[in-house]
């Protein structure tokens, strides 16, 4: 048998004193009396019951040694057999289903209790490290023993959200446990996530190593899953100045099919508070999504020719997680495509007209350089030939107008 605290077996000398109290008779006392009539009454009941009464005082004395003796074994801790020393890695699940609520708190946060409370029960040449679980795995804390209170690295781990990969990290998290100082440690592994992760359902799974031990402490219900907004944004429509086309996709980590309702929101991009009064512009039912399925959801054109801030919103019964059912993004206002107009050297007939056709269209800006240009228009004389160079370095676009318009093109390469 072994103990933690074997320093406190030495309290078992405090038995000597104990039995040394027990042997010693009290001194007697001479007195004098009226008349020993009542004294040999006693003294005869006393030698009546003499056996019983020495009996007793023995079991007085054994009873104060069997106390004794459980209170020294208590403290010095007794640990049955000697055990190894453990090493352990615990993996910290920091993708966005963690942030889902768990009692007063998160899921993340009873993993961080949970590893906290690993740390608290190291003993003697224990080992722990951490390994967080991200979009990149990354060690936290190589193992460390109890002395260098390897709890206080939880103070630099965070919740990242996002997606994770659990099998990359749990090979981490071996990798540690595999080194050449592991030599003589009973090696354990520990999963600190919701398995929100449909990958470690993917065969061939992750074995762990001969001689590690794999501990899976679930953090929730494994009936809770989640509808969540993965990608969403918008771009400008060239054709259509003032307009967006919005892109969105959604996954589900629910192992059955599910439907969901989505809603795109237009607001001011000035007072993010206003998310809320936000006026729905789209709204899309029944959108099915399969197990463990991420969908992309179809392109949809919104006006937006002042620009703002623009959102989508899903609602899916039985979501155990909120956080991920909303993104927003600021769309900035549209403006007029820059045109700079060039004419030939002899007066091109059309460039009047050309001129009054841009002038005339809200969504064209006419400016004095090609400099400033998003596409340069030269008007070519009959000669072929223009005023600015046919190509500009600054501009995005070229477009030349004229009789002699493709020999020029066709010349200029």
């Given amino acids: 048998m072994s103990f933690s605290s074997p320093q406190a077996l030495w309290l078992l000398a405090l038995a000597l004193p104990l039995v040394a109290l027990f042997l010693v008779r009290p001194r007697a006392v001479v007195a004098e009396v009226g008349s020993l009539l009542l004294w040999k009454r006693v003294e005869a009941r006393r030698a009546a019951r003499a056996r019983i009464a020495r009996l007793e005082k023995v079991l007085s004395l054994v009873v104060h040694l069997a106390a004794l003796a459980a209170i020294v074994l208590a403290l010095a801790g007794p640990g049955g057999s000697a055990r190894a020393p453990r090493r352990i890695v615990a993996i910290l699940d920091a993708s966005?289903?963690?942030?889902?609520?768990?009692?007063?708190?998160?899921?993340?946060?009873?993993?961080?209790?949970?590893a906290r409370s690993l740390a608290l029960s190291l003993?003697?040449?224990?080992?722990?490290?951490?390994?967080?679980?991200?979009?990149?795995?990354?060690?936290?804390?190589?193992p460390a023993p109890r002395a260098s209170r390897p709890e206080l690295a939880l103070s630099r781990a965070e919740l990242e959200g996002g997606a994770t990969d659990l099998r990359e990290a749990l090979e981490l998290a071996y990798a540690l446990l595999s080194d050449s100082s592991a030599g003589g440690f009973a090696r354990e592994a520990w999963l600190l996530s919701d398995g929100a992760c449909p990958?470690?359902?993917?065969?061939p799974r992750p074995r762990p190593p001969e001689g590690v031990r794999l501990v899976f402490a679930r953090e929730g219900s494994p009936d809770d899953w989640s509808v969540g907004v993965v990608a969403f944004g918008a771009r400008e429509l060239p054709d259509s100045p003032g307009e967006v086309e919005v892109h969105a996709a959604l996954a589900s980590s629910c192992p059955r099919p599910v439907k969901t309702r989505a809603t795109i929101l237009v607001g001011d991009a000035g007072d993010a508070r206003k998310m809320t009064e936000s006026e729905p512009v789209v709204v899309l039912d029944s959108i099915e999504i399969g197990p463990h399925a991420t969908v992309s959801l179809p392109p949809r054109r919104v006006s937006l020719p002042r620009g703002g801030r623009l959102g989508i919103r899903i609602e899916t019964p039985g979501d155990a997680l909120a956080q991920d059912d909303e993104a927003w993004a600021v769309v900035p206002g549209s403006r007029a495509t820059r045109v700079f107009l060039g004419e030939g050297e002899a007066e091109a007939a059309s460039a009047p007209f050309i001129r009054a056709a841009?002038?005339?269209?809200?969504?064209?800006?006419?400016?004095?350089?090609?400099?400033?240009?998003?596409?340069?228009?030269?008007?070519?004389?009959?000669?072929?030939?223009?005023?600015?160079?046919?190509?500009?370095?600054?501009?995005?676009?070229?477009?030349?107008?004229?009789?002699?318009?493709?020999?020029?093109?066709s010349g200029s390469r």
């Fill in 96 to 114: 966005a289903s963690m942030s889902a609520r768990l009692g007063s708190g998160t899921r993340f946060g009873a993993a961080l209790e949970r």
């Fill in 199 to 203: 990958d470690l359902e993917r065969e």
């Fill in 123 to 142: 003993e003697g040449n224990d080992e722990l490290g951490f390994v967080v679980a991200g979009a990149v795995p990354r060690v936290l804390l190589a």
């Fill in 358 to 409: 841009l002038e005339a269209d809200a969504r064209v800006e006419l400016v004095p350089s090609s400099g400033e240009a998003d596409v340069v228009v030269l008007v070519l004389g009959e000669d072929g030939t223009a005023r600015e160079p046919p190509w500009s370095a600054s501009s995005r676009g070229l477009l030349l107008v004229g009789p002699r318009a493709l020999e020029a093109a």
